[in-house]
């Protein structure tokens, strides 16, 4: 079984940031990838960002040049810097890790809301 914990969602201001975190543990996987996505009420759950085992990096239009994703391998982590949050970031966001073999995995989501 692999678990995944995210952190870091709360209630922030237009423009303001927050860094969201995704840990994996439980059974070993080999993580061909991770990934961030989110649902607000009444939408489909939307690609964020993703991150690749080669670095590689995939952005939603919506978020490019505000939201930067990043890995720790060694720590099996994810992050999700956001910047320059608006109302329309407000959503429930997901992790997500992609094994080798195809195998995927999503944690339980955390609320970002953006509100003045």
């Known amino acids: 079984q692999v678990q995944l914990v995210e952190s870091g969602g709360g209630l922030v201001q237009p423009g303001g940031s927050l860094r969201l975190s995704c840990v994996a543990s439980g059974r070993a996987v080999s993580i061909y990838r991770m990934g961030w996505y989110r649902q607000s009420p009444g939408n489909q759950r939307e690609l964020v960002a993703t991150i690749s085992v080669d670095e590689s990096t995939n952005y939603a239009d919506s978020v490019k040049g505000r939201f930067t994703i990043s890995r720790n391998k060694a720590q099996n982590t994810v992050y999700l810097q956001m910047n320059s949050l608006n109302v329309e970031d407000t959503a429930v966001y997901y992790c997500?890790?992609?094994?080798?073999?195809?195998?995927?995995?999503w944690g339980q989501g955390t609320q970002v809301t953006v509100s003045s």
């Open positions: 997500k890790i992609t094994s080798n073999f195809g195998g995927e995995y």
